[in-house]
């Protein structure tokens, strides 16, 4: 198991505090939870980010991207929002399209499972006005939604260019800022899972120089067990890319005695269902 430290990057704290004043009133300010002590010989607490709008943090950038994009006027909005389909994009782009009253177009790629995690949940591209089923893989769903904006005055959400990652970096970077306000500052280390590139890179442009930002990486054997646990042990739903932050915590992550560590679980890109069965013991007795 693996974690790296991740550095700040072209985001700065000033645009993520740009980010959270043009988001404050659609975005969710997650709780955070206490383990109870006992478990680690740290102050450990869970930032339920699963529970955002749309299942998880990437909504938060997509609202600022587009509502950035409304305000230089980058972009057509009777054209309204154009993106490739993967679960967790699709899902954050339809909810920001219809929370903002825009119109939406999914280019879907006909290779791809379009349910969540194998979930059997409705795919999100069903709420969009219009999907378009492309041949071919991702990436060709990407290059038609890049013409297709082109062509229409639409913005491609998440988008390709730098200007687009640091915007959504921004906006995931305010859950940094959510948790330094809930923790009155008292935080010595955040822990993100490795696949959640922008979130992790936000907070750190959110918290550089008070902070840890920690990506880890874990098996997906122990990112199963992990997001059993979760379920079992604590009735917190999240899918297998959140469940790797858990697992780090609860392996070779372990946090020193006194440390303040906040965990967060980025996503819930899954149904209950899919969650693994029970195992004997559970990750949480293993690691006492």
């Not at 909504?59 to 929002?81: H, K, S, T």
């Not at 550089?208 to 009735?235: I, K, N």
Request: proline fraction near 7%; charge should be negative.
């Amino acid at each position: 198991m693996v974690a790296t430290v991740i550095a700040t990057g072209m985001v700065t704290r000033n645009d993520v505090e740009a980010a959270a004043a043009r988001t404050r009133h659609v975005v969710r300010h997650t709780p955070l939870t206490l383990v109870e002590p006992g478990i680690f010989p740290a102050t450990v607490m869970l930032k339920l980010e699963q529970l955002q709008h749309a299942g998880g943090y990437p909504v938060r950038g997509v609202f600022n991207q587009v509502i950035a994009g409304l305000e230089r006027r980058a972009f057509d909005p009777d054209a309204g929002l154009v993106a490739a389909y993967t679960p967790a994009v699709a899902a954050a782009v339809v909810h920001v399209a219809r929370r903002l009253d825009l119109p939406v177009t999914v280019f879907a790629p006909a290779s791809l499972d379009r349910t969540p995690g194998g979930s059997g949940k409705p795919s999100p591209a069903a709420n969009a006005s219009t999907t378009i089923t492309v041949d071919g893989t991702l990436a060709d769903a990407q290059l038609e939604a890049e013409r297709h904006a082109l062509a229409t005055g639409a913005m491609h959400c998440p988008g390709l260019s730098p200007e687009c990652w640091a915007q959504l970096v921004a906006g995931a970077g305010t859950v940094g800022l959510e948790l330094w306000t809930q923790t009155l500052g008292q935080l010595d280390t955040v822990i993100v899972p490795e696949r959640a590139t922008a979130l992790a890179a936000g907070i750190s442009a959110a918290l550089a120089g008070h902070v840890r930002v920690v990506e880890a990486v874990s098996s997906a054997e122990l990112c199963a067990v992990a997001r059993h646990d979760l379920w079992h042990e604590r009735r917190i739903a999240v899918d297998d890319v959140a469940a790797c932050a858990y697992a780090y915590l609860l392996d070779t992550g372990r946090p020193a005695a006194g440390e303040r560590v906040a965990v967060v679980l980025s996503s819930a890109d899954t149904a209950p269902a899919t969650i693994p069965a029970p195992v004997s013991p559970p990750l949480s007795a293993l690691s006492a």
